[in-house]
């Protein structure tokens, strides 16, 4: 199998696969993720996450909330994606689907994710793709740098016209690079860069 993990999501693959279960999947695509993230993303990221603790009264206020965070992203008419993402508790409010704990930034050890990102980078041995939004807050192409130092074997694709929500902004863009990068695995020629 291939993970394909996109920002919380590819933290936990690369922890998964480059520390936890090394050799468990075929492939690791780290989506708009790395060991190196931008401060003013990830505290607009957060202050998001953080800013209905109390949750929302419909999945209308969601949509209203997502559309403020994301002004270049039109606001969907249809929000049965929007319950994908939360959960209606007994009270009848809708909250994320997440534990609030994790925006603490540390792990049980008390080392900072970063810190155990980078070990798991430098640890990883399946072939891996990094996809950045090229607009992303979150990532960087120093970032990206840092990452490729620390896992030389990584391919890159930057995606034209996304942030961080990649699929969200670009699917087309990310289908492709993921379904180019999967069709490698197995050949013997994995060193060739992959096109964005």
């Known amino acids: 199998p291939v993970l394909v993990g996109a920002s919380m999501g590819g933290m936990v693959g690369l922890v998964s696969e480059g520390t936890l279960r090394p050799g468990r999947f075929q492939g690791l695509v780290l989506v708009d993720i790395a060991t190196q993230l931008e401060t003013a993303g990830v505290e607009r990221i957060v202050g998001f996450m953080s800013a209905a603790p109390d949750g929302f009264a419909s999945l209308d206020e969601a949509a209203d909330a997502i ?6 992203r039109p606001r969907p008419s249809n929000l049965d994606g929007l319950r994908k993402n939360l959960r209606q508790g007994e009270d009848g409010r809708w909250r994320w689907h997440w534990d609030p704990a994790f925006l603490s930034g540390k792990s049980r050890d008390g080392r900072t994710d970063i810190d155990t990102l980078g070990d798991a980078a430098r ?57 180019d990068f999967v069709d490698t695995l197995g050949d013997d020629d994995q060193d060739e860069e992959l096109a964005s």
């Open 67 to 72: 559309a403020a965070y994301r002004p270049n």
């Open 123 to 179: 640890n990883l041995t399946a072939p891996t793709l990094l996809v950045r939004g090229r607009m992303s807050d979150m990532l960087s192409l120093e970032g990206v740098a840092t990452f490729r130092e620390q896992c030389p074997h990584a391919h890159f694709v930057d995606i034209a016209d996304a942030g961080h929500m990649v699929v969200g902004d670009r699917n087309d863009a990310f289908t492709a690079a993921v379904v």
